[in-house]
């Protein structure tokens, strides 16, 4: 028996709805939920994600702004313009888009978003208060597998957990919120001797180390629950995940596809962090 795929799609839309209503109730309120956006240089694909990320605020009743900076732009020049947003009243969430040039400090950068407007949940603070439980803005995808856990009713508490990866913004804020739902929790990485030896005992597989289909059958306990964040563009111009699909989904019990897993979770997460930004900055004014 297959795999029952999870519609990420599906479940980004059900998730947008519920928080369209506290966007639309704000805005009633006269605090409309703004974001803004900003992008430095030409990446094709960092345009598309910023394009895609605008059209998401249009739908879900999001106020947004797109800020464009040049390639060879200085880092002075994009602090400065944070440092401007941090005190637009209209703006409740600022993102900047990754990659960056090379002569940029991405941290110096994350660093001087305010805390209250970090809606990708990057900033140090924001990760670090993960390990307390207390973050006010957990990082996008992270959040988002787990909001799709939640929504197809899978069970955390008590479970083996496997994490393939230990970035920043993906594997160590994912393998905290697993634990806080008391997960048993394992960490992998690519240096990581006999990965199947990990990987097979696990009842939910994330795995987010940009490695097209490393994961294969083999490797997967059965009726796992497999969480494919990874995103490996071909030389077809296709899409792949870190997760052999095809044959993974012939033993898995859930499986994400890619695209249309997790990436429209990523973007949904992005809108609910605004919106929740936009519900404290209204109960600061109106106390």
């Known amino acids: ?3 029952k795929i999870i519609d990420g799609n599906a479940i980004a839309k059900e998730v947008r709805t519920e928080w369209r209503l506290r966007a639309e109730y704000l805005t009633r309120l006269g605090v409309q939920p703004g974001l803004a956006v900003i992008i430095v240089g030409n990446n094709p694909a960092s345009s598309i994600y910023v394009r895609n990320k605008a059209k998401a605020c249009d739908e879900t009743g999001i106020y947004s702004e797109i800020h464009e900076f040049l390639e060879n732009a200085s880092q002075n020049q994009v602090i400065e313009r944070i440092q401007e947003l941090n005190k637009d009243s ?3 969430g600022i993102l900047v888009q990754l990659p960056l040039p090379r ?3 991405i941290n110096k950068i994350i660093a001087s978003i305010a805390v209250e407007k970090d809606a990708d949940g990057f900033h140090l603070y924001n990760v670090g208060a993960l390990v307390a439980g207390q973050t006010l803005f957990p990082p996008c995808t992270p959040s988002g597998v787990m909001k799709m856990l939640e929504k197809i009713g899978i069970v955390i508490e008590g479970r083996h957990a496997v994490v393939v990866g230990r970035s920043n913004i993906v594997g160590k804020p994912m393998a905290l919120m697993l634990l806080e739902k008391s ?3 394992t960490i992998c990485t690519s240096k990581t001797h006999n990965l199947m030896e990990h990987t097979v005992r696990a009842d939910i597989l994330v795995t ?3 490695k097209p289909r490393i994961i294969s059958a083999d490797m997967v306990k059965s009726g796992a629950t497999v969480i494919d964040v990874g995103i490996n ?3 077809d111009g296709k899409l792949t995940g870190d997760v052999d699909f095809n044959l993974v989904k012939k033993k898995a019990g859930y499986i994400t596809p890619v695209p249309g897993g997790v990436g429209p979770m990523t973007i949904t997460m992005l809108l609910c962090n605004t919106i929740k930004a936009a519900e ?3 109960a600061q004014i109106s106390a």
């Open 103 to 105: 002569h940029f400090e």
């Open 280 to 282: 404290r900055f209204y």
């Open 90 to 92: 209209k703006i409740h």
């Open 1 to 3: 028996m297959e795999a």
């Open 208 to 210: 987010a180390i940009g």
């Open 233 to 235: 563009l071909m030389s």
């Open 183 to 185: 997960a048993t929790v």
